[in-house]
T-cell receptor, first 115, second 111 residues
Framework: AQSVAQPEDQVNVAEGNPLTVKCTYS??????LFWYVQYPNRGLQFLLK??????LVKGSYGFEAEFNKSQTSFHLKKPSALVSDSALYFC?????????????FGIGTKLQVIP | SQTIHQWPATLVQPVGSPLSLECTVE??????LYWYRQAAGRGLQLLFY??????ISSEVPQNLSASRPQDRQFILSSKKLLLSDSGFYLC??????????FGPGTRLLVL
């Protein structure tokens, strides 16, 4: 089965500093990778995805992610963090190992941006 | 554009009572639909998956069931709730390139 790992339970960053939220993946075949964000008591929102092409993917709200095949990583980044970026971030991977289309999510990383 | 609705937003139910959560999607036809449960505000557990009317697949055995009586309607049910059924329930549909779009969620507290 396909899987993703988010090694950090929480990431703290000062407002205005660059942020990175880490994700590594394990897949057979070509990976379809995603990042989602969840604000308190809300559903998940799609941020960006990597299917093929450029290793640097740009998404919503100024976020981007870098696909690194040799390191099997797909880290989420933003050049300058905002307090409003504080939320729960999920990395995800397409998983068709069960014979149907589904997405497997990581356990989430809580991002805290400190004013 | 497509939108996804869930209701109720919040529900407090006693142990042993029945449950019915509803999810509807607008702006698309024959979507793949999913029910997830999120416990303790962290990871998502896939509960059910549906590719069409009356077609339900269960990911894990549990106290819950799902039905899809109409193309864009997905219902999560239970005959008797357990304390462990408490959580945040999310419905999602799958768009192009396996991108999932989520509803606002239902917060269920079983007392």
């Amino acid at each position: 089965a396909q899987s993703v790992a988010q090694p950090e339970d929480q990431v703290n960053v000062a407002e205005g500093n660059p942020l990175t939220v880490k994700c590594t993946y394990s897949v057979s075949g070509n990976p379809y990778l995603f990042w989602y964000v969840q604000y308190p008591n809300r559903g998940l929102q799609f941020l960006l995805k990597y299917i093929t092409g450029d290793n640097l993917v740009k998404g919503s709200y100024g976020f981007e992610a870098e696909f690194n095949k040799s390191q099997t990583s797909f880290h989420l980044k933003k050049p300058s963090a905002l307090v409003s970026d504080s939320a729960l971030y999920f990395c995800a991977v397409r998983d068709d190992s069960g014979g149907y289309q589904k997405v497997t999510f990581g356990i989430g990383t809580k991002l805290q941006v400190i004013p | 554009s497509q939108t996804i609705h869930q209701w109720p937003a919040t529900l407090v139910q006693p142990v042993g009572s029945p449950l019915s959560l509803e999810c509807t999607v607008e702006g698309t036809s024959n979507p793949n639909l999913y029910w997830y449960r999120q416990a303790a505000g962290r990871g998502l557990q896939l509960l059910f998956y549906s590719v069409g009317i009356g077609q339900i697949s269960s990911e894990v055995p549990q106290n819950l069931s799902a039905s899809r009586p109409q193309d864009r309607q997905f219902i999560l049910s239970s005959k008797k709730l357990l304390l462990s059924d408490s959580g945040f329930y999310l419905c999602a549909w799958m768009g192009g390139q396996e991108t999932q779009y989520f509803g606002p969620g239902t917060r269920l507290l079983v007392l």
